[in-house]
C-alpha cells in the first residue's frame, strides 16, 4: 500500500486517497475551435510512462484538497509531492 | 513436430518421460525477418501461429523479453466468454470462443477448455435490468445467455448465499454455458509449440528496446540481442504497450494498471461453475487442483510494478465471505498482480498506425485472455493483408478520433 504525504494533512494510508490520473492535463484554450484530433489528444491519449509519473490525488477522506505527486510507476517510489497548479519541484523531475 | 497421442505417451512413460522432444527450439535470432512480433504473450504467439498457418508468412520471429507466458497471460485467472454488449465486440469475442471450441485438437495440446458456465449475479433492481439487456443483445447475436432466478442460482451454486437477508442479496443471474476456463499456460504452450513447428522463432530473453523507421516506415528494431530488421512488426505487450509505442513516437489512450488475484488452498470440489459480481467487484472459480481462484478490480493508480496494494484484494475478499460465507476459514497461498493495459472505453485496439509496417494489438486490458485465439486470428489478418479484418475494423485507433468508441464498462465491469 502506498503512504501517501497530503501537503496539508501529512502522511497518510493510500485508502484516504483517490487518484485523479495524469497532471498538467489542462483545457485547451478555445476549445470550441480545436480539430477532431487535437480534441482526441486532450480527452484520450495519456503518456502512461514506465518511471516517473506526474499525476494527481485527491484526500477524499480527510482535507478533500487535490494534489499533485511525483511518482515512479516502476518502483512505486514517490519522489515529491506538490502543490496543484505548480510546476514540480526542480530535484524531482 | 512429434505428434502427442495416447501412444507416445505410453511410449514415454516406459522411459521415464526423460526423452520427450522439445516443445520448441530457442534458436539465435536472424538478422532480419518478413515480419517480427514484439511479446511473447499468448496473443503474439497466436499472431505468429495463424500467420504461418494461415497467410503462409515463411519468415517470422517472437521476440519476448522475459520467458514466454510470464506476463498476463500466465497471471490471468483464465475466465473465457463472449456475453459483451455491442455488436462489434459480440462478434469479436464470439469469433474467438468459436475457436476455443476444438483448439486442443487443432493445436494437439490439451489446453484445458472447459465450458463449466459463467454466471455474473444481480444484486439490485438495476443490475437485473442491465443484465437483461445484455442477455437480450446477446440473443441477437446468436450468443448463448439466459437469465437465471435466484432458486435457479441457488440450484446451481448451492455454496451461494441466496438468503433475502443476504448482505449482497441474489436477485438473479445472466448465465452463458458455453463460457468456462482453459489452463493459461497451456494456452501459450500449445501456440509456441505449433508456432515452432510452422517455422516461427521463438526468442526469449531478448527486450526491444527501440524500433527503427525510415520516412515513417518501420525498418526494424534494436534488442538486448542486436538490431534485428523487420518488413512489418506486430506489438503485442500488454501492459507495456505505451512503452514501445513511445519508441515510435506515437500517444496510446493507454494507462496501465495493476490487476490482482489469489488462490486459496486447495479444497474438495464446492464450485463446478464460475461466479462473478460486478457490483462487489469479486469473481471466483475452482480450478482443478482445487485451489479457488479470485480475482479483484483493478488498482486505480498507473504502475508498472506488478505488485499492487493490499486494500483492493481485502475488499474482494471481504465481498467474497459475504457471497460464499462456508469460505470463510480458508486460507489464502499465493497473491500476484499482472499490469492490464486499460482502455477508456473497456475495449482493444487492433490497428494500424501513423507508421507503415507498425501494427499494434493492446487495450484488453482485465479481459483479454479469453480473446486469445480470436485477437492473434485478426491481427495476423491485419498485418499479412495491411488492412483489418472484418472483425476488427472498429477496433482501430481511429475510433478516439472519430468518437466511435465501443463502450464495453458493463461487460467488462469487474473485469474478465
Ligand atoms: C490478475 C489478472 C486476471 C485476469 N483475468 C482474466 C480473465 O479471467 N479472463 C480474461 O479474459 N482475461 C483476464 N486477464 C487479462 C489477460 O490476462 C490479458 O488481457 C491477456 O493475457 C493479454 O495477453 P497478451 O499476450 O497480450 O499479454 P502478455 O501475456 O502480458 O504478453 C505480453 C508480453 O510482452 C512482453 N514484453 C513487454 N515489453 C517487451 C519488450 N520491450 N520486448 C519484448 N517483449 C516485451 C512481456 O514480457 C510479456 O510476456 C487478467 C489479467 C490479470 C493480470
Ligand atoms: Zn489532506
Redesign the pocket.
Known sequence: MLRIACPWCGPRAEIEFSYGGEAHIALPEAADALDDAAWAQYLFMRTNPKGRHLERWVHTHGCRRWFNVVRDTASERIAAVYQPGAEPPEDAR | MNRYSIFTLARNALSHHEHWQRAWRSPEPQRRYDVVI????????ATAYYLAKEHGVRSIAV????L?????????????RSNYLWDESAHLYEHSLKLWEGLSRRLNFNVMFSQRGVLNLAHNLHDLRELRRRVNANRLNAIDSDILTTQEVQRMVPALNCAADARYPVLGASLQRRGGTAR?DAV?WGFARAADALGVDIIQN????AIRQRDRRVTGVE?TRGSIAADKLGV?????AS??AQMAEIRLPIESHP???LVSEPIKPVLDTVVMSNAVHV?VSQSDKGELVI?AGIDAYNSYSQRGSFPVVEASVSALVELFPSFRRLKMLRQ?????DVCPDASPIISKTPVRGLYF??G?????????PG?GHVFAHTIARDEPHALNAAFALERFTTGALVDEHGAAAV??
Not at chain 2, 503485442?236 to 507495456?240: D, E, F, L
Not at chain 2, 500476484?336 to 492490464?340: D, H, M, Y
Not at chain 2, 484488453?364 to 486469445?372: C, D, P, S, V
Open positions: 514484439v511479446g511473447g504473450g499468448g496473443h503474439g504467439l521476440l519476448e523479453r522475459g514466454i507466458g510470464l506476463g498476463n497471460s500466465g497471471r490471468n485467472t483464465t475466465i473465457v493459461h501459450v531478448c527486450e526491444v528496446t534488442t503485442v505487450v500488454a501492459g507495456h512503452v514501445l490487476l490482482q488475484a469473481y480475482g500476484w498482480a499482472g499490469i492490464v494489438n493492446c484488453w486490458g482485465t479481459g483479454g485472455f479469453k480473446a486469445t485477437s473485469a474478465h
